[in-house]
């Protein structure tokens, strides 16, 4: 990627150069669906610092609110990596400037995202009916793009881990719909949500829910995600979202009891590198672990054989110090 100007190497900012920036911000964008979040922290932090320098020293209002929207976007993306690796303090503290450089941006999908990163952290930490809270607020700040789909898809999954079921197939529903719908939207790799990843998120709702009705909805779901996710062109193909589609139809399922179709979709996601396993990866993996050792497969030798494999990619996950990336 080439690098900016050095600060100070130009009299101010112009069109040109914000049309520079602009398409580095793709390209990181692009660039985290394949590679490891840890990959990229640097390159981001970076660019976010040089984008700020500039802003500083800029005397366009005409070009402040779309350098504010770039700032913004490369916060969130550290945000979403912070999130990734385990740091939810990092996480929320580029959340906190990301919503500021969106506020004095006027700019709506990146609130939307925002909302949507603020949710997950909420999730995996655990709290589940703020997670839903979270993405059920940010539904105003979906005016365009797949902002909807994102924010509904995450609603729904954090609603049936609390067990609100009328309320998932509320959020289901609108999900749905904006899936059959699914329009243009111009935003760059990570920033776009995809019908890929809003079915296994459905597939995670509807198996949260229980029973084997909803389970057999959770392997449909999932099966059509990873479907979708290995028919995308290799710079789409992301390996975590792949992870997590599999990692979803695993424990479907194993909620049907099929332990053999379970352990092919788990031990494909086993084999992923230590720096793509992310939290909400290793998370699943540890659902797994759970139903695992649950009286159903506690006298299976194959059941036994996938829990010490688990607990060797637990050993080497992608969780970092976001502070090592940054010097």
Not at 97 to 110: K, R, V
Not at 119 to 132: E, F, I, K, R, T
Not at 151 to 168: D, F, I, K, P
Request: glycine share 6%; aromatic share 6%.
């Amino acid at each position: 990627m080439n690098r900016l100007p050095a600060p100070g190497s130009r009299a101010g900012v112009d069109h040109e150069l914000l049309d520079q920036l602009a398409a580095q911000v793709r390209t990181l964008a692009d660039a985290y669906l394949t590679q490891p979040p840890l990959a990229l922290v640097g390159p981001v932090w970076q660019l976010r610092r040089e984008v700020f320098e500039l802003l500083e020293k800029s005397r366009r209002p005409s070009l402040t609110a779309p350098l504010y929207s770039l700032a913004g976007r490369l916060c969130a993306l550290i945000a979403h990596a912070s999130a990734d690796l385990g740091d939810p303090v990092a996480a929320e503290t580029n959340t906190r400037t990301a919503w500021l450089c969106a506020e004095l941006a006027d700019d709506d999908s990146l609130r939307a995202f925002l909302r949507w990163v603020q949710s997950n952290v909420a999730y995996w930490g655990g709290d589940y009916p703020l997670a839903a809270q979270i993405a059920h607020s940010g539904r105003r700040h979906a005016t365009k793009g797949s902002n909807l789909l994102r924010l509904v898809s995450a609603e729904a999954r954090a609603w049936a881990a609390c067990g609100e079921t009328r309320q998932v197939e509320a959020a289901l529903t609108v999900a749905r719909e904006a899936r059959e719908n699914d329009g243009v939207d111009d935003q760059p790799g990570v920033f776009r949500f995809s019908p890929a990843k809003a079915a296994y998120y459905a597939s995670e709702a509807w198996l949260a829910l229980g029973g084997e009705s909803n389970a057999r909805l959770a392997v449909r779901e999932a099966g059509e995600s990873l479907q979708l996710l290995e028919a995308a062109v290799p710079a789409q193909r992301s390996p975590e979202l792949l992870a997590a589609a599999r990692l979803d139809l695993c424990n479907a399922h194993l909620a049907l009891s099929d332990l053999d179709a379970a352990a092919a979709e788990l031990r494909s996601v086993l084999a992923l590198p230590a720096d793509n396993r992310t939290g909400p990866i290793v998370g699943r993996v540890v659902a797994a672990a759970r139903i695992l050792e649950s009286g159903v497969f506690t006298r299976s030798a194959l059941s036994r054989e996938l829990l010490g494999e688990i607990a060797l990619f637990r050993a080497y996950p992608a969780r970092r110090d976001l502070s090592d990336a940054l010097s």
